[in-house]
């Protein structure tokens, strides 16, 4: 399997996503959703091939998304 196949499967898991963040739909954001945003942010795909991982919607997986998604990770749970 490659990562673009890896990136789109997290595509359709994250139609359910409770939060900023929570990339694996578990109402947490945790290692497993760091995991999925690297993969994501190294990808360096325009447009990405997980637009989830795109948190301010701008069309790329950038620094700015990095900021957001460390915020999102320092609170740990969604509320």
């Known amino acids: ?39 994501a942010y190294d990808a360096l795909l325009v447009p990405p091939a997980d637009p989830a991982s795109d948190l301010n919607r701008d069309g790329l997986v950038d620094d700015a998304d990095f900021m957001l998604f460390v915020q999102a990770y320092n609170q740990l749970t969604c509320d």
């Open 1 to 39: 399997m490659t990562s673009n196949a890896s990136a789109q499967n997290v595509g359709v898991r994250l139609n359910v996503v409770g939060c900023l963040g929570d990339l694996d739909g578990d109402d947490s954001v945790d290692d497993a959703d760091f995991s999925l945003f690297v993969q």
